[in-house]
């Protein structure tokens, strides 16, 4: 067949294809709506406006179908600071800003007004219609959106407008949002490059993102609790927290959470996003959330958003699939931009993995943040140990490369790193081995004493060193006497008989250096006196 005979072939299925458009809206002819619960929200909150300000962050007046619904709901929302302070007059309040604005009659007047309180839900149902009203209104913009995006494909071969948005929308689509605006700039313009604010020094920096990555129950929320509780007023952890604002979005309930606030102390500096999804959002109701918490966190200050856990808000499908998962992390930068750091706590791989490779799913999650904390116990064997170790990969010298801390009564200390923790547990055999044998003992008499269980043996070297370190000027854990050469070994015990004097470390002295409880000499000569010598040892005088 040639080209001739070839195009009425062409343009008929040309036409189809525009013929087929029609049967696509017919399908959506009557879109989504909800007008009853539309007019329950709007008769709820007149009878009830004390609950104005819980729906105004899950409702815009662009979620009602009539424009008499929008605009009684665009009004409440205007004066829904006043209509909470006195609820017998909430109804005059809306109808006088009504009249004022010239809309009263517009919407139904008084009459209508009275209806809708007729069909008010209470404030326990108020959640289940506002929820109807908000899906309603998800579908017809999906629609909308649906129906745009098949006219501009139809359309795009004649239409260059069209062509335009669909190219944009389509080369939009592996980031997860519409294409950002484009601009270029020379070295000199990126700014001052001032110093990172650090609402918790090394950790968490403002307008960067932390991953903290953690096995499943191994105390991350722990953690992330006393963290909290710092920001009231400051304090260590770990690292400095300055005090500041924290929004945290969970998936734990708010009886977990103030438990945990009642046995530590979390003040109201720090809001909180229960269960914002009731499964697992579309990437625009995922945007949309981040949309509303970076105007909160310009409007409030909040200086940390902290999503935990990350998967629990995740639009991603596939933590797996790169490009899904970076179309769910790159609209962090929104809240990034607005002045806060971003906390996502993740769990790890069930084989957990090589440092900076702990974290479940695709490398471009870990590639996409600035800091990884990975928390795991010190001792994997024992589930009852309170020490957990801290890994930090980062852009910032800040950030620690390895901390060990520990969880006590009053809160985490820092033990230090690892090789200093086992030496700490050495320290603690020491000290029972001193204490049971009883008189002084060389290094090699508390070597051989050592006790068999978890703590191995050191060698002779790393022995002697720990018990030099216990009596070191910066530390009083036991006394050295000796002079360390052939014939006098140096000799280590935890104190001095009380028949023979006591041993006092310097924490215990008084202001003249004597011994709180002393007059600091002995009348019959029986009792010999100590001082600090000069290499920080207690010798006798």
């Not at 010239?102 to 289940?128: I, M, N, Q």
């Not at 991603?316 to 806060?340: S, W, Y």
Request: charged share 25%.
């Amino acid at each position: 067949m040639n080209e001739k005979e070839n195009r009425p072939r062409q343009r008929a299925a040309s036409n189809g294809a525009k013929r087929r458009l029609p049967e696509a809206v017919k399908l959506v002819k009557t879109p989504p709506t909800e007008i009853e619960a539309e007019q329950s929200v709007l008769g709820t909150l007149l009878a009830h406006p004390g609950e104005a300000s819980k729906v105004a962050t899950k409702l815009t007046p662009d979620d009602f179908t009539k424009q008499a619904h929008r605009t009684i709901f665009h009004t409440m929302m205007s004066v829904q600071d006043t209509l909470g302070l006195d609820p017998s007059t909430g109804q005059l309040v809306v109808q006088d800003r009504l009249r004022q604005d010239g809309e009263l009659d517009r919407v139904g007047g008084l009459p209508f007004l009275a209806e809708l309180v007729d069909v008010a839900a209470s404030p326990v149902g108020l959640d289940y219609v506002v929820g109807k009203v908000k899906d309603a209104s998800m579908r017809r913009r999906a629609i909308d959106d649906g129906l745009q995006t098949i006219t501009d494909a139809i359309n795009a071969d004649h239409d260059t407008d069209a062509r335009r948005r669909l190219e944009a929308k389509m080369l939009a689509a592996p980031i997860g949002g519409e294409l950002a605006g484009i601009e270029f700039l020379p070295a000199s313009a990126l700014g001052s490059g001032d110093q990172v604010d650090w609402p918790w020094t090394g950790w968490v920096a403002s307008g960067f993102v932390t991953l903290l990555v953690a096995l499943w129950k191994a105390g991350k929320t722990t953690l992330l609790t006393h963290f909290l509780k710092a920001t009231s007023k400051g304090g260590d952890l770990a690292g400095n927290v300055q005090a500041c604002n924290v929004l945290v979005v969970t998936e734990e309930g708010q009886g977990l959470w103030a438990r945990r606030r009642d046995d530590v102390g979390i003040e109201d500096n720090v809001q909180f996003l229960v269960r914002p999804f009731k499964g697992r959002p579309t990437y625009r109701q995922w945007e949309k959330l981040i949309a509303q918490i970076a105007t909160k966190v310009e409007a409030e200050n909040i200086d940390v958003v902290l999503f935990d856990t990350w998967q629990s808000v995740s639009p991603c499908p596939d933590e797996n699939d790169a490009a899904k998962m970076m179309a769910a992390l790159t609209p962090l930068h929104r809240i990034t931009e607005a002045g806060a750091a971003v906390l996502l706590v993740h769990h790890t791989r069930k084989g957990d993995g090589t440092e900076g490779q702990a974290s479940r799913g695709s490398g471009a999650f870990t590639g996409f943040v600035d800091i990884i904390a990975e928390l795991r116990r010190y001792d994997p064997e024992r589930h009852d140990d309170t020490q957990r170790v801290l890994r930090g990969l980062s852009r910032f010298d800040e950030t620690p490369k390895e901390l060990v801390i520990d969880l006590r009564e009053d809160g985490y200390h820092v033990v230090g790193t690892k090789g200093d923790a086992k030496q700490c547990e050495r320290m603690r055999v020491i000290g029972d081995v001193l204490q049971t044998c009883g008189g002084p003992l060389t290094a090699e008499e508390v070597r051989d004493a050592w006790p068999t269980g978890e703590i191995p043996k050191p060698g002779l070297r790393t022995l002697k060193n720990d018990l030099n370190s216990g009596c070191s000027k910066t530390s009083s854990k036991w006394l050295r006497t000796g002079d360390g050469k052939k014939g006098d070994p140096y000799r280590y015990t935890n104190a001095i008989p009380a028949s023979s004097g006591s041993y006092m470390p310097e924490s215990n002295l008084n202001i003249n250096g004597i011994a709180d409880g002393h007059s600091g000499g002995d009348p019959d000569g029986q009792i010999p006196a100590y001082e600090k010598v000069e290499d920080g040892d207690w010798g006798e005088l």
